[in-house]
């Protein structure tokens, strides 16, 4: 007798068909920029963003029961495309059957008073860009831009998903895939992030860099005339565009 229990896939057979799948999908003209989700070890995310970000999903009650259900489809690769723009995280999930199944996403954009004040806050918390991109930044910064109320990351709230998946749950395993997806790209673009919440990341670093211009300006014009010649002459000048006068 059959009680309609579907036989045992063992992971490795599991990541097979989704990598056979994908093959078999970008023949297709319609599918052929997919771009699927690859864990590499046994973390989804290993940077400070994608950590944040996966921290952030499962420290809200809403999801802490539900959100796990996805860890294991994003490892073995079962995200066989993600794609992220402003408000919206939209991904193709594989699942027991051949066809996968199509998850939608909306995320809040942020309000322009939020963007405001976090500008405000990380413009002068860091060394450089690059400590942005890396999320090599001080520990109280980390803190704000994660913060449940005036940080960066979205709260329950402010997500709404849909998956055409028959799973009656609010929250299936393809829609939690998915959001773990999401930690897994920021892995290695971090802009997505802001692009996601409708910001532009260009303005945070065009503030640094207008920032470290000023502070490096005030530093030269301190110095007797004779230093402020050698810094004219020296590449430094050029590399931040800055035209010191005596």
């Known amino acids: 007798m059959s009680w309609g229990y579907k036989p045992y896939e063992r992971v490795g057979d599991k990541k097979a068909r989704a990598q056979k799948k994908i093959a078999?999908?970008?023949?297709?003209?319609?599918?052929?920029?997919?771009?699927?989700?690859?864990i590499e070890g046994r973390s989804i995310a290993k940077n400070w963003w994608g950590k944040a970000w996966c921290t952030n999903l499962e420290s809200y009650a809403d999801y802490s029961n539900r959100i796990g259900r996805g860890s294991a489809y994003v490892k073995n690769g079962m995200v066989i495309d993600?794609?992220?723009s402003e408000g919206t995280i939209r991904s193709l999930v594989m699942g027991s059957g051949s066809t996968p199944y199509e998850c939608s996403i909306s995320i809040n954009t942020l309000p322009k008073k939020k963007w405001a004040d976090i500008k405000k806050l990380t413009v002068s918390s860091f060394d450089s860009v690059q400590s942005l991109l890396d999320g090599k930044f001080p520990k109280e910064l980390q803190n704000s831009l994660s913060d449940?109320?005036?940080?960066?990351?979205?709260?329950?709230?402010?997500?709404?998903?849909?998956?055409?998946?028959?799973?009656?749950?609010?929250?299936?395993k393809h829609i939690a895939a998915t959001l773990y997806a999401v930690g897994a790209r920021l892995d290695h673009k971090p802009e997505l992030l802001f692009s996601l919440r409708g910001v532009d990341m260009n303005e945070l670093i065009s503030d640094t860099i207008a920032d470290h211009k000023s502070s490096l300006i005030g530093k030269a014009l301190k110095v007797k005339s004779k230093r402020i010649m050698k810094i004219k002459d020296n590449p430094l000048g050029s590399l931040f565009d800055i035209d010191f006068k005596s």
């Open 148 to 172: 449940k109320g005036s940080g960066l990351f979205p709260a329950p709230r402010e997500i709404k998903f849909d998956c055409d998946c028959p799973d009656w749950a609010d929250m299936c």
């Open 82 to 84: 993600l794609e992220i």
């Open 24 to 38: 078999s999908m970008r023949k297709q003209k319609k599918y052929a920029d997919i771009e699927p989700v690859t």
